[in-house]
């Protein structure tokens, strides 16, 4: 079992950056892959950024690629996603989920076992 707990969304201008923390609680966190999802209203979860257990995978989605970056901190039992160049299009609720996969990352929702509740994110332009 693990718990996680999203934290950093707001409000921004597009343009601007976040940095979004996922914080974990529970077994040993460096077994666990963790994706960041995102949902915005309407639309089907989907996939952000993920990364492996061990930290030496990382895949992320087309749209976010070159403005987002996801590193881990296993001591700290924490990922983070920092958000650059933000756009309008990338406002929605932001979930981290973990997965019992150490050495890849899933892209597919279904794999993640648990979920955090989410932070809100809205970029304005």
């Known amino acids: 079992q693990v718990q996680l707990v999203e934290s950093g969304g707001g409000l921004v201008q597009a343009g601007g950056s976040l940095r979004l923390s996922c914080a974990a609680s529970g077994r040993t966190f460096s077994s666990f892959a963790i994706g960041w999802f995102r949902q915005a209203p309407g639309k089907d979860r989907e996939f952000v950024a993920g990364?492996?257990?061990?930290?030496?995978?990382?895949y992320y989605a087309d749209s976010v690629k070159g403005r987002f970056t996801i590193s881990r901190e296993n001591a700290k039992k924490s990922v983070y996603l920092q958000m650059n160049s933000l756009k309008p299009e990338d406002t929605a609720t932001y979930f981290c989920a973990a997965d019992t996969a150490y050495y890849t990352v899933h892209v597919s929702r279904s794999e993640y076992a648990y979920w955090g509740q989410g932070t809100q994110v809205t970029v304005s332009s």
């Open positions: 990364i492996s257990g061990t930290g030496g995978t990382i």
